[in-house]
Every structure is written in C-alpha cells, then in structure tokens.
C-alpha cells in the first residue's frame, strides 16, 4: 500500500454472455493518446485499484460502473488472481449478463497532452466496449490477464483458447 491508502492490487468483473452455442466477453479498450493506435493485447477486463482495506469484490463493482456506467446487480463468480507483467494482482469474478455496448459510457482523467506542453486534457479511461468470442478476445486481451479467459472457458466447460 503506498501513502496515497491505495493497494497494489486492481479487482475488476469478465462479464460473459452465451450467444447460441458460443461464449462472448466484454472488454474494455484503455482510452487516452497511448492506446489510441493500439489493438491486439491491449484490451482488458474493466478493472481498477482497491483502496486500502476495500473488499475485492466491491471494487469491481465500483470499477465496472466507472468504466461502462452500467451498475452490476448480478452475483459474482470468483475467478482468482493474476499478476500483471508489472507485478500488479488483479483480482476478478465473472457474471453472466448483457449489455448494449453503444450505451457504455466511461469517466474520464486528465493528462498533459502533448507531453511538456502545459496544456491539461480530458479523455475517456475507457473509448470503446465490445462483446467478443473466446479466441478474439484472447487475442485482443492484455497478455496478463489471458488466464482469466482460460479459467472462465473451464468453469463453463467451453474448449480452451489457450495453446497447450
């Protein structure tokens, strides 16, 4: 935990949907200039920083509804905890559920954009929502947080979208 009473730990909800026989998730893409040009491993659960003493699963329903605006009323399913590339823990639950990713909205941050110009900008933390099978989506997701895909295509018992 550093000064500020925040963790080193994000939690954050794989919502999921069946469409016919196939399994859908939602991803979020992180907005800003950094992401803007970015794709392929560069989607995410939508997921943020617990603060300090804060129950996972809360946080993630706080983060979900910072990040699509939707407020989730669906129990949620552990999926465990990963470590990101940069050693951060996210913890994630799944739920089942559905929505019409045109109506997400996101709550913005500010940034010095361009770099060293003084100027202050507002952006989206999140510029799109979308739906997608397990092998996009496992293409699309950021490379720490494909287990999550794995664990929830296990406890449905979907076929895996990890190599061997």
Do not use: C
């Not at 994000?10 to 970015?38: F, N, Q």
């Not at 949620?76 to 913890?91: A, D, F, P, T």
């Not at 996101?106 to 092998?135: A, C, I, Y």
């Amino acid at each position: 935990m550093n000064s500020a009473g925040r963790s080193a730990a994000s939690a954050g909800v794989l919502m999921y949907r069946r469409v016919g026989s196939k399994l859908e998730v939602l991803l979020v893409h992180p907005g800003g200039p950094y992401w803007r040009r970015k794709d392929h491993g560069s989607w995410s659960i939508p997921k943020g920083e617990m603060n300090a003493d804060e129950d996972a699963g809360v946080a993630a329903l706080r983060e979900f509804m910072e990040e699509t605006g939707v407020v989730l009323t669906g129990p949620l399913e552990s999926l465990g905890e990963i470590r990101q590339r940069g050693g951060k823990r996210v913890l994630a639950f799944a739920v089942e559920g559905d929505l019409d990713v045109r109506t997400t909205r996101s709550n913005t941050f500010e940034l010095e954009w361009p770099p060293h110009s003084g100027k202050m900008q507002t952006f989206p933390e999140v510029d799109r929502t979308e739906w997608f099978d397990l092998p996009v989506a496992h293409a699309k997701i950021l490379e720490g947080q494909r287990p999550l895909l794995d664990r929830l295509a296990q406890r449905l018992g979907q076929p895996g979208v990890s190599p061997a």
